[in-house]
């Protein structure tokens, strides 16, 4: 009985759970934008890409083909956001892979219908917007016009209410574009990332792959 039991529990780490319904809300599988920051639907996207190229030979139960994706993709994520400013403080990782099995959940949930409508709306509200993992998450503002909300204006921008241990501040060059970033909806802001600090991203990159060792899985 238990090993009919274990082969029920099991699937084919490259059947995903709940693809169809899951695709048809939030899009195919995609890597991230090079030049841009995530949203949360980039993150989903590629969390679908990433549970697609798990190893199909290992077998993994459903909530560890959401674990190792979320893994996989939190890296990336963080890169992403150290090729912006390697600076620039972020959230520790595991508390990002939670945050992105947290999403996954939600999403699949929704899909299935078992969310009340205001969760729902609450989604679609979300979902195109900038999935924030900075550390600090004190507004940011124009300084020229406090009001403005323009994702275009071209002014610089300061933090006014930020007091945040200066290291963990986000550096100063780089508020304009956290800015537009987080006032962005959908994928592409005006501003792209532009100064690249090459040598660390490749560091960064390789630490990515170092980490993709296959999984035995537990049970
Ligand atoms: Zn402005
Ligand atoms: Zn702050």
């Given at each position: 009985?238990?090993?009919?039991?274990?082969?029920?529990?099991?699937?084919?780490?490259?059947?995903?759970?709940?693809?169809?319904?899951?695709?048809?809300?939030?899009?195919?599988?995609?890597?991230?934008?090079?030049?841009?920051?995530?949203?949360?639907?980039?993150?989903?996207?590629?969390?679908?890409?990433?549970?697609?190229?798990?190893?199909?030979?290992?077998?993994?139960?459903?909530?560890?083909?959401?674990?190792?994706?979320?893994?996989?993709?939190?890296?990336?994520?963080?890169?992403?956001?150290?090729?912006?400013?390697?600076?620039?403080?972020?959230?520790?990782?595991?508390?990002?892979?939670?945050?992105?099995?947290?999403?996954?959940?939600?999403?699949?949930?929704?899909?299935?219908?078992?969310?009340k409508s205001s969760q729902k709306n609450k989604l679609y509200n979300e979902?195109?917007?900038?999935?924030?993992?900075?550390?600090?998450?004190?507004?940011?503002?124009?300084?020229?016009?406090?009001?403005?909300?323009?994702?275009?204006?071209?002014?610089?921008?300061?933090?006014?209410?930020?007091?945040?241990?200066?290291?963990?501040?986000?550096?100063?060059?780089?508020?304009?574009?956290?800015?537009?970033?987080?006032?962005?909806?959908?994928?592409?802001?005006?501003?792209?990332?532009?100064?690249?600090?090459?040598?660390?991203?490749?560091?960064?990159?390789?630490?990515?792959?170092?980490?993709?060792?296959?999984?035995?899985?537990?049970?």
């Open positions: 009985l238990i090993n009919i039991m274990n082969s029920i529990k099991r699937v084919r780490s490259n059947s995903c759970p709940g693809s169809k319904k899951v695709k048809e809300f939030i899009g195919l599988g995609a890597d991230l934008l090079p030049s841009e920051l995530p949203t949360l639907r980039n993150v989903l996207q590629l969390m679908l890409l990433e549970m697609e190229s798990l190893d199909t030979n290992l077998q993994y139960v459903l909530k560890e083909i959401v674990y190792e994706a979320a893994k996989k993709s939190s890296c990336k994520i963080v890169a992403q956001y150290k090729k912006v400013n390697i600076n620039i403080q972020i959230q520790p990782n595991h508390y990002i892979v939670q945050r992105i099995e947290k999403e996954w959940k939600r999403v699949t949930q929704t899909v299935w219908g078992r969310v979902i195109d917007v900038l999935f924030d993992i900075l550390r600090c998450k004190h507004i940011i503002i124009c300084k020229e016009d406090p009001t403005c909300s323009d994702p275009k204006c071209s002014h610089s921008a300061i933090s006014p209410t930020c007091n945040c241990p200066s290291n963990l501040k986000i550096p100063k060059i780089e508020l304009k574009f956290i800015k537009a970033q987080r006032l962005k909806i959908g994928m592409k802001s005006v501003y792209q990332i532009h100064c690249i600090d090459k040598k660390e991203y490749t560091r960064l990159a390789k630490q990515c792959k170092r980490k993709e060792k296959p999984l035995i899985s537990k049970n």
